[in-house]
């Protein structure tokens, strides 16, 4: 997990940093920003399923209007690696409501 953290970060710098910590000492506090609703979707075998829930977790405590989707035993990317599955598909629909219900 650290390995693919510090692939998204520039060199020399920590885990903390703002692209792959959020809620870290760097990063701009969320909690009063004004935030559009928000779909956070994991695969329940994602590596990162854990920092997903806990980004949607922390969010809602904070009064942000969230839906977080659990695809149960579906891997990070699952609708990429293999778009014509059924999964993949409730997906594009979940999307689809999502934009269409938080559309203005």
């Known amino acids: 997990m650290g390995r693919f953290c510090r692939l998204s970060i520039p060199v020399e710098e920590t885990t903390d940093h ?5 809620f870290g000492p760097h990063s701009l506090s969320m909690e009063t920003a004004d935030l559009d609703s928000i779909l956070v979707v994991a695969g329940g075998s994602d590596l990162l399923k854990d920092r997903a829930e806990d980004y949607a977790n922390r969010l809602k405590i904070w009064g942000k209007k969230i839906e977080y989707v659990e695809f149960e035993g579906q891997q990070g990317s699952f609708f990429t ?6 999964p993949a598909n409730e997906l594009m629909q979940l999307i689809k409501r999502f934009i269409a219900q938080n559309s203005s």
């Open 18 to 22: 703002p692209l792959v910590n959020p």
């Open 81 to 86: 690696i293999d778009p014509n599955t059924q």
